[in-house]
């Protein structure tokens, strides 16, 4: 299961960003980043069972405590960096970690960010809380972990049953957002809340899932998007017609065989790029580096 679910987790990050721009990232605001996914997500929710299509397209809806750095092109302990943290420190037996919280930090709906989300989010994780997942595929992943205490309101401490060196690891994956106290599970699945340089706008089976900018972003001037739009397309042969066509700003790794992907590079270079959408070289991107990594 956890071999699966990091298999789950590369490919919900990868997709390919192609045009004819230049080397440098144009770094321009707004655009509607046009996207598709294969199937419907059975929920919303993250968290809730093995769900890689909702962590694609609602990644950006969240944080985390720490992530890798985007800009790293290999993902290790050391490239980890603060994002609802501003950084963490071990106990001298190393089976306490302790994650210092940003002040000021809101949720999507107006509410203060504090310890207690955190808490609540890894009570929950480890079937700790009242309120439950319908379907937990994470919570092997924190057999070590005895708790999480608040320490304020703004101070978090992870306790370990033994030491654990790699555990940040864990925090800084794509399976680790952190989900607002004052939201139940079952609204999460549907409409889920989070702190995020993007906030959920609708999710229609079988059409779209659409993310609009949060204006009031903890990052200042970020994101550049004024949102991203994911339309469900089953039937791959389609989705690669729309591409071409130009429907889309982005397709996905394993999609596209050689001949075909040469034959998108000759049309796309024919034409010039959609007016008002993503600008991008060829490359490897991460659905996380959508939340304004400086």
């Known amino acids: 299961m956890m071999l699966s679910l990091r298999a789950a987790a590369a490919a919900t990050a990868l997709v390919i960003a192609i045009s004819d721009s230049s080397t440098a990232l144009a770094q321009k605001q707004g655009g509607i980043l046009k996207m598709y996914i294969w199937d419907n997500p059975p929920s919303m929710s993250m968290l809730d069972g093995l769900n890689p299509l909702a962590a694609r397209a609602t990644m950006s809806v969240f944080n985390n405590l720490v992530m890798f750095d985007q800009h790293v092109k290999q993902s290790r302990l050391s490239s980890i960096v603060p994002d609802l943290a501003t ?50 595929t994470i919570k092997s992943w924190y057999r070590n972990l005895e708790g999480v205490t608040t320490n304020g309101d703004h101070e978090v401490t992870f306790h370990l049953k033994r030491p654990q060196p790699a555990f940040p690891m864990l925090l800084a994956s794509g399976f680790a957002p952190v989900y607002p106290c ?4 079952a609204q999460m699945r549907q409409h889920p809340i989070g702190t995020g340089p993007f906030k ?6 079988n059409e779209y899932i659409k993310v609009t900018r949060n204006p009031d972003y903890w990052k200042k001037d970020r994101p550049y998007l004024d949102g ?18 130009g429907k889309f700003d982005m397709t996905f ?28 070289p060829i490359g490897v991107w991460t659905a996380r580096r959508l939340r304004g990594r400086k």
């Not at 004052?182 to 599970?185: E, F, L, S």
């Not at 959920?200 to 089976?205: G, L, R």
């Not at 992907?261 to 993503?278: I, K």
Request: contains cysteine.
């Open 253 to 280: 790794p394993n999609t596209l065989t050689v001949p075909l992907w040469n034959d998108v590079q000759s049309q796309r270079q024919e034409r010039p790029p959609p007016t008002g959408r993503l600008s991008a």
């Open 87 to 136: 950084g963490w420190s071990w106990s001298e037996d190393g089976t306490k970690l302790t994650l210092p919280l940003r002040q000021s930090v809101k949720w999507h709906d107006g509410k203060p960010f504090t310890a207690r989300d955190v808490q609540c989010t890894w009570d929950l994780v480890l079937d700790k809380s009242s309120d439950k997942l319908r379907v937990n």
């Open 182 to 185: 004052h939201v139940p599970a």
């Open 200 to 205: 959920f706008v609708e999710f229609k089976p």
């Open 228 to 245: 991203i739009e994911y339309t469900i397309i089953k039937n791959m042969s389609t989705a690669t017609l729309a591409f071409i066509s």
